[in-house]
Structures are given as C-alpha cells and as structure tokens.
C-alpha cells in the first residue's frame, strides 16, 4: 500500500502511552467483540439460541473506556450491551457463549439469567439484572467500600442513555459525588430507548450536561472513536484514583442492531437513518486509523481475523457442547447455606443428595426426580429456540 | 446479666459488632451525628466517625442500592431506613437486587447486608408511620426476614442477622423500642436466625405470633387462662426462614391455631402459616385455622379512637382465643 512509508510525525496513542502493541490488542479486542458478536445472531436465526441483546456499534467505546481499568482490580458493574467491556475485562469469548447456550458452566449464571445478563466473579464483573440502572449504585457502593477500606480501586457502571434517565442513577450520582467517591459513570448514548429516540427520553441534548447539577465533570465523546474513550476514561480514572471523585463520559455510539432479537428496529428507524449510521460504526474507523498510522498491516490483520474466526469457532462448539444445569440444582445458592424452604414443590425438591428438605415431610424425590436431561440433548432445542423470537420476528 | 429496653439492646449490639468487626458500617439517615431518629445509633458516630457512620440523603434506593454494592467489595452494611414505612423506593433494589444476586449469580456473589426498619403502630404515627410492611419482603426468596420482640432477641438475632452471609431485613416495633425491657445475658451469644420460641406453654390453642404482638399474645393468654383456658404461644423471631417444626409441633399438640399479625389481614403474612398449618397439620386440627389482624383499609388512621380501633390488642386477641377454644 506505500503508507508505511509516509509514517505520521507523531506516533497514534503515543499521547497517551499506548504502544504499538496496545493498539493491536485493543483493535483486536473490538474485532473479537464484533465476532462474538455477530455469530451470536446468526445461532439465534438457525434456532440453537432463542435470545441475543446485542452490543454492536458500542464496541468502540466499551473497548476504549475499559481499557484504562486495572483488570482484577477495579471493577465494572456492566449492562446487558456490555460484551465488548466484559471481554476487554477479562472474560473469554467461551465465557460469553456460555450465556448465550445458558449453561452449567456459564460463568455469569449458570444459565439462569438470560443472555447479555453478564458477571463474572473471577474478574470483578458484577452480576446484572433486567430492571434498568440498578447497577450504577452497586457500582457506587463498590466505590464506597473502596474508599472506606483503602483499597485504591476505581468502580465503573455502564448503561444506556435511556436507562440513566431512571431516578437510581440521580441518587446514585448524588451521593458519589458528596463523598468524592472513585466512581466513573459511562453513558453509551446510542440515541434509542428500544423504539424511542433520545429527545423523547433526555430533556437536554447531552446526559453529560446533568453532571454539572452533581458538581462533576461530564464529558461527552464520540463513542465510535476508540482512542477519544480512552483517553476520557483514563482522566476520569486518574481523578478517581486521586480521590477527587466520580466522573460522567458520555458515549455517542451507535446501535447497529436491533434492540435485540425480538425487536425489528425498521418499525421505527428508516432503512436511510440505519444506512447513515453504518458510518459511525467504530470498527473499520478504528482500523483505518491504525492502517493509516503504520500500527495495523495486511499481514497482522490476516493473523488477527484468523485469531478472531478460531476463538469464535472454538467458544461455539465449546459452549454448545456444555452440559445444561441440572433441575436438582434449581434449589441451590437461595442463600450461602441450602436454603431450608418451608413450602417445597410438590414435584419435588430439587436439590441434590447433600440438601433435601431438613424435614423430610414432603416427600420430595432428593436424588432429582424432576428430571434433569444428562445428556444435554434438549440444550440446543430449535424449536425452543425459534420460540423465544416473539411476534415481532427479526429485523 | 443487665436489664436493658429493646432499644438498649440493639444499640449496644450494633457498637459490639462494629468493634468486633471493622467491616461493618451503618448508614441512613440522621443516623449520625443525631445518632437516628429514635436513637438507636447513638454514639455510634462519635467513637466509629464519618467513615463507618454515615449520614445518607434522604434515598432510600441508594441507601440499599449501595449497600449492595458495599457488601460486594467486603463491608458487612447495617442499614437503617427510618420508618419502614418509606421502604417502598428501596424494594426494587432489595426484591430484584439483594434477593436475587447469589442465586442469579450462581452463588459468585452474595449480598451480606442487614437493613433494619422500625415498623408497627399505636404510636400515633399514622398512615405512614404505622406500617408493617413484612408480607411484601417474605414473599421473596433470598430475603431473610426477623421481628424480635424481646431485648434478648434482639440482641442475638442481629448479632447474627450482621454475621450472616446474605440480606436480612431487621424490623424493630418502634413501641417496643422503651416500653419493653428485659434481662440480657453478657458474653457474646447468638439467637440462631430460623428458630421459633414457645414462650408460653399451653395445650388447648396455639397462639402464633411476633414482634409486639408477641406480647400480647401472653398478656392475652393470661387473661384466658383465669377462664381455663390453655394457650402456648409461639413467638416466630423469624419469619423467614419459617420455623415450620415448632409451628407445628405445637398446632399437632393443641389442635387449634390461632394466629396474630398487626399488618392488614389481606394477604398478610398471617395468611402463609395458615395455610402451611392447614396442608401439614389438617389431620391434628379441631377447629379452623383463624387470624387476628389489621383491617384491611389503607393505613392505620391518626386520630386515636380511629387507631385504638385498627390497632390488634390484647382484649382482641382474648376474645379470638375464647371464639377458638370454644370451637
């Protein structure tokens, strides 16, 4: 191609030291996202998953934002588009198919959430829920404890621009900003609320224009450019850490997708805003920029597509291949202690041979009469699978 | 061995636990330097300081919002909403948040939070500060759920309410708090959370009760057994988990059932032992299973001749006893 020749004066990230091979893995991380990603969908449509909630178009700021976290360190209180954030914190791509197949050995749940409800213990990924911006003060007591216990660590949350319209986020923000609590809040702003477009859900053109009421930075930065996130997250974490408290990083992204595989977003988006928006999408901005700075060359991104294309692959086979859990475990882990229900189900108890109804009263079949399906047969169901599409079919 | 009120009780238990253990924390409102509203955290914050007792705006979402967060990254919160009465904002995260984390997490996480909650009326509180809301939190699994009704109780189940490892919701009759007294044994001991107490026995009709009604249910017994009438109550401690065997022990015993509950009859929480009595002790009943409860308008009234009237009391629940007995 010649570029490599005209090399820019000033080496891309080197403001923000990053090096060459930062560059790559954080390209390589939006592409592994992608991937992920995008196999998910086509699983949905050949009926072996009957639910995907997407991230792509926010990979970009996921990837930039999480970067500047400490993995194993801080943590992130992550929402249901967070794929890229959750991978980038250390999650494999297995991982992350293991919720989509909803299996025992799903990190985030063991199948009992449904998909895109990510957690991983292992990495300091809290476990999430359905009801929107739940998290954030999660996120915020993490930082608390933080504070009060010294640890140096930094909590973020990440949620769409329509969930921090909820009244959490407000108290949430409030408190973390009286205490100068090492908080960072990401809102990827990719202008939907499912179906309904952000002038109908924020009153201001920007969220970040409310952290002025909490007396905190609100930056908003595009969030299909990579380095910019970064770049914001990284101030934020340095004020974070220093103990100057939260921070508000507002990502403009873009939502490429469907809200999620029950919803068909041309009801409501024209096939020419959805057209325009393909231009926002943070991959092929991020590696042109690469390519255009010397970091990324044919031959690595060949390595890296053929990385990316064996990981999926692999975390595919891998996860449909995983057992389902058991209905004998359904009982388990109510509480830390087997949970000594007073009202077992008349089916039976569900829990395994080192549980079982302390009574003894109700009969219950303790060695799992409920009927679990040891050869993980019924996991990749079709027709379960085409059921959970809904009315609406798929965009 | 000291003589101390119920309120005496669970302020010196919560100096206790935080000496013993530098994780726990207390926040709320006025908790502080007011030291709560009823001054149960008295003096906590002049020996713990601003980093172990904080004042909370008022936010009860975020109170236990990031109470959760807090016991996720190695605190043990004790936090206190003022009246459980403005729970409600809070019951999203602790129903769909607390409850749920260990088990949707696949037990990576759990939530070692207590929250306490004065509850309960006849204090001229009114509508909204009167309510026992205990019925919308023990239709949750993964919510433990404890209404001492004793300073004894009260000090061991929230030494262990504080120890345990998921979120237990602590509800004070906040008439109790100086109107009761009794004998607390020194050293550190535990009431187990889950276990039940007889703590009168009888033999001709089970009175199930907790927290103040627990009270009256032995004044109540008394006031019977001058007419021959045999009563044991039980008092729960516990509402979840249910202690099932002494309820039932007891009701296989007496053959009659009577159970007192302060908060509205409708679906109160009343309503599940009896129908736990009815489906495992059917065989042993000799009378129907009945309740005396709150009346089913939306919030005990101000005035008091209108409070004394939704208010259950010992005379009510006499005459539910006689009406049983006499089955």
Redesign the interface.
């Known amino acids: 191609m010649g570029r490599r020749a005209a090399a820019p004066a000033r080496r891309i990230g080197a403001e923000l030291s990053l090096t060459d091979e930062d560059l790559v893995a954080m390209y390589r991380m939006v592409a592994l996202a992608r991937a992920v990603d995008e196999r998910m969908w086509v699983l949905n449509r050949a009926g072996r998953i009957p639910f995907v909630i997407s991230g792509q178009g926010h990979e970009g700021a996921q990837v930039g934002v999480t970067w500047a976290f400490r993995k194993g360190h801080d ?1 992130i ?1 992550p929402f249901y588009r967070s794929i890229a954030m959750c991978l980038t914190f250390g999650m494999s791509a297995r991982d992350i198919m293991l919720a989509q197949y909803a299996k025992a050995t ?5 199948g ?2 449904m998909p895109g ?1 990510y ?3 292992r990495h300091n990924l ?2 999430v ?3 929107v911006a ?1 998290q ?14 010294g ?1 140096g ?1 930094v ?1 973020l949350a990440a949620m769409g621009e329509g969930s921090s319209n909820q ?2 986020v407000h ?2 923000l ?2 973390a900003a ?1 205490h100068k609590l090492p908080f960072v809040f990401l809102v990827e702003n990719n202008g939907y609320a499912i179906s309904v477009p952000a002038a109908m859900e924020v009153s201001v053109p920007d969220v970040a224009m409310r952290a002025s009421g909490y007396g905190i930075p609100g930056v908003v930065v595009d969030g299909s450019d990579v380095l910019a996130c970064y770049a914001a997250a990284r101030t934020a974490v340095e004020r974070a850490r220093a103990g100057e408290g939260p921070s508000l990083i507002e990502a403009k992204v873009t939502r490429l997708t469907a809200h999620s595989s029950d919803d068909q977003q041309t009801r409501y988006r024209s096939e020419q805003e959805l057209a325009a928006e393909r231009a926002r999408d943070p991959l092929p901005r991020f590696r042109d920029q690469l390519r255009e700075g010397g970091v990324l060359t044919d031959a690595i991104e060949t390595t890296l597509a053929d990385e990316v294309a064996a990981i999926v692959a692999d975390a595919t086979e891998f996860a449909e291949a995983e057992p389902d859990p058991e209905p004998s475990t359904a009982m ?5 202690e087997d ?5 077992w189900p008349t089916w039976g108890p569900g829990i395994g041979e080192t549980g079982g109804d302390p ?1 003894g ?1 109700t009969g219950g079949d303790p060695t799992g009469g409920a009927g679990g399906d040891p050869t993980g047969e019924t996991g990749g169901d079709p027709t379960g699978g085409a059921g959970g599409r809904g009315s609406d079919g798929a965009g | 061995m000291a003589l101390m009120t119920f309120i005496e009780a669970i302020r010196e238990t919560l100096a206790e636990e935080m000496r013993r253990d530098g994780s726990v924390i207390v926040l709320g409102e006025d908790v502080g330097r007011k030291g709560g509203v009823f001054l149960a955290t008295d003096g906590l914050w002049a020996e713990f300081g601003d980093a172990r007792v904080i004042d909370t705006p008022l936010t009860e979402s975020m109170i236990v919002g990031a109470s959760i967060g807090a016991a996720v990254n190695g605190l043990r919160p004790v936090a206190e909403i003022q009246f459980a009465d403005f729970i409600h904002p809070a019951f999203n995260q602790i129903v769909s948040e607390a409850a749920r984390m260990r088990y949707r997490s696949n037990n990576a996480v759990g939530v070692p939070m207590t929250i306490r909650a004065p509850y309960g009326g006849g204090v001229h509180g009114a509508l909204y500060h009167s309510q026992s809301v205990e019925a919308f939190f023990t239709h949750v699994p993964g919510l433990k759920i404890v209404v001492p009704s004793t300073p004894h109780d009260a000090r061991g189940l929230l030494r262990s309410s504080i120890r345990d490892d998921d979120p237990v919701l602590f509800f004070e009759h906040k008439k109790m708090y100086r109107s009761v007294r009794g004998d607390v044994p020194g050293g550190d001991f535990l009431v187990p959370l889950g276990r039940a107490r007889v703590t009168h026995p009888g033999s001709q009709v089970t009175v199930i009760a907790y927290g103040l009604m627990a009270h009256y249910a032995l004044e109540a017994a008394d006031r019977v057994a001058e007419e021959g009438i045999s009563v044991e109550v039980v008092d729960l401690r516990t509402l979840r988990p249910l202690d099932k065997d002494t309820v039932l022990t007891s009701v296989r015993k007496t053959g009659k059932c009577l159970i007192v509950y302060e908060d509205n009859r409708f679906g109160g929480y009343g309503a599940e032992v009896a129908a736990i009595v009815a489906e495992e002790a059917f065989d042993y009943l000799d009378g129907p299973v009945t309740r005396i409860a709150g009346p089913d308008v939306p919030g005990v009234p101000y005035n008091h001749v209108l409070e004394d009237w939704f208010m259950v009391d010992p005379e009510k629940i006499a005459a539910g006893i006689r009406k049983l007995a006499a089955y």
């Open positions: 943590w209180a799903d990190p985030s749940s063991g009992r959430q409800h957690g991983d213990r809290l476990s829920s359905s009801p739940t954030i003060l999660h996120a915020v007591g993490i930082a608390l404890a933080a504070k009060i216990r640890t660590q909590a009244g959490d108290e949430a409030n408190f009286i388990r882990w109510v509480f830390a949970w000594p229900s007073e009202t009574t009263e």
